[in-house]
């Protein structure tokens, strides 16, 4: 299985500011995606990263709010800009092959935003 | 798009008993089907997982159905210890076909009383 290394582990922010998340895998991946859990609640779906190319962000989700970058197969980055205290929550890195291969989970950023 | 539901919500068993947590998905293209225990303060950790061309899989005391037909899916878990004792989440996806992303059902908190 693929080790994920998700920076920082837990940050507690001002709103109106930003808070860059990165996700480092210790192999080469297809497949790199952002969740966000909610307090309580189950896992959704953020956006899809894409190597070289613009991430594909699911509905209500937007570029602006949550810019994303992956610059290679093995690290991305998620920001999430002009937090807000609704956007306390935990974010989730993960990781998969293309191909009849399991998914994996970062340990998560938990973010807190006062 | 997929629709994954859970239940029960909350779960409490007598050490050595066994627990059932259910599924449902509504995307009859799904063909791979993860369970994932999650731990307090740890991202979500891949325990089992059956895909669409098997009925049943089992890895010690854990053990997973799927019932294509019906379009669920279920966790058994027997001679359960207090170390089982987790939020558990099913999860649908597409393998194969590039969509890749996971639906993840609401949780299951699972208490194991000693």
């Known amino acids: 299985s693929a080790v994920i290394s998700q920076k920082p582990s837990r940050d507690i922010c001002q709103r109106g500011t930003s808070l860059t998340i990165q996700c480092q895998v210790d192999s080469q991946v297809t497949m790199m995606f952002w969740y966000r859990q909610q307090p309580g609640q189950s896992l959704t779906l953020i956006a899809t990263a894409n190597q070289g190319s613009e991430a594909t962000y699911e509905s209500g989700f937007v570029i602006d709010k949550f810019p994303i970058s992956r610059p290679n197969l093995t690290f991305s980055t998620l920001t999430v800009s002009n937090m807000s205290p609704e956007d306390s929550s935990i974010y989730l890195c993960s990781v998969a092959g293309l191909r009849d291969t399991e998914a994996f989970f970062g340990q998560g950023t938990r973010l807190t935003v006062v | 798009g997929e629709n994954v539901e859970q239940h029960p919500s909350t779960l409490s068993v007598q050490e050595g008993d066994s627990a059932v947590i259910k599924c449902t998905y509504s995307d009859s293209a799904s063909n791979y089907f993860p369970w994932y225990k999650q731990e307090l303060g740890k991202g979500p950790q891949l325990i089992i997982d059956?895909?669409?061309?098997?009925g049943e899989k089992k890895d010690q005391r854990i053990a997973v159905t799927l019932n294509k037909t019906a379009k669920h899916f279920s966790l058994h878990i027997t001679e359960t210890q207090p170390e089982d004792s987790a939020v558990y989440f099913c999860a649908a996806s597409r393998r194969g076909t590039g969509a890749n992303n996971l639906f993840f059902g609401t949780g299951t908190r699972l208490t194991v009383i000693p």
């Open positions: 059956i895909r669409s061309n098997v």
